[in-house]
């Protein structure tokens, strides 16, 4: 039983466009919600983080934003650059159990 | 300060071998995680060390596996009689406290088994 559902599986975006991931996930028990940026050959490196008491959390051109009832949430990349161009990956954690859920991926091409 | 080591960044093993995976936490931390990345999917989550203990390895194949994290020296995936269906990107991680949200990744083992 997958947790932690992410779409699209990958995806192309024009430089300057906005780029969006979407992420479900069924465990209530969840309270931290992070997203992952991996190039490759690199390990996955933390991006932007919410917790479920905020609707959204936007970090310069990223943003969350987060809907508790729809047990949901996505990452937006606004003005997107062909330097974002990576596999992006949703996660969802209990923070007590010290450990992650993570989605899928999302590959992201973004042409300049 | 250097981030999460992990060595070797390539291993290639053949069928029935063991391979041996090392990760070296940040200094100073004392949490490790693995994750067994395999082609187009996300990382799942295999283990939980904390020095000397063992946490939580729900997500530890029942055979052939095993992890340790010993008081001194870094931590240690072991694969025992590797198939080729181990072939994957090994990552760990390690955290300060217990935290995800404070755990840094290393850059991977990638374990091909032939």
């Known amino acids: 039983q997958q947790q932690v559902k992410q779409s699209p599986q990958s995806l192309i975006v024009q430089k300057g466009g906005i780029s969006i991931i979407n992420c479900a996930y069924e465990?209530?028990?969840?309270?931290?919600f992070p997203w992952y940026q991996q190039f490759p050959g690199k390990g996955p490196a933390l991006l932007i983080a919410?917790?479920?008491?905020?609707s959204e959390k936007k970090e310069g051109r990223f943003t969350i934003s987060f809907n508790k009832s729809a047990k949901q949430f996505s990452l937006h990349i606004m003005d997107s650059q062909p330097g974002d161009s990576a596999t992006y990956f949703c996660?969802?954690?209990?923070?007590?159990?010290?450990?992650?859920?993570f989605g899928d991926g999302t590959t992201l091409t973004v042409k300049p | 300060n250097a981030g999460v080591m992990q060595n070797p960044r390539h291993l290639v093993r053949r069928r029935g071998q063991e391979a041996r995976l090392r990760c070296s936490p940040m200094?100073?931390?004392?949490?490790v995680y693995w994750y067994r990345q395999l082609p187009e999917e996300g990382l799942k989550f295999m283990v939980y060390?904390?020095?000397?203990?063992?946490?939580?390895e729900s997500g530890m194949p029942k055979e052939r596996f095993s992890a340790e994290f010993p008081k001194e020296g870094p931590s240690i995936l072991r694969i025992q009689q590797v198939v080729r269906g181990d072939s994957a990107a090994y990552f760990c991680?390690?955290?300060?406290?217990?935290?995800?949200?404070?755990?840094?990744f290393g850059q991977g083992t990638r374990l091909t088994v032939v």
């Open positions: 996660a969802a954690s209990n923070t007590n159990a010290g450990k992650s859920t």
């Open positions: 465990n209530t028990a969840f309270d931290y």
């Open positions: 200094k100073g931390h004392s949490h």
């Open positions: 991680a390690s955290s300060l406290i217990k935290s995800v949200t404070e755990a840094f």
């Open positions: 919410i917790r479920p008491d905020v």
């Open positions: 060390l904390q020095k000397e203990n063992i946490i939580d």
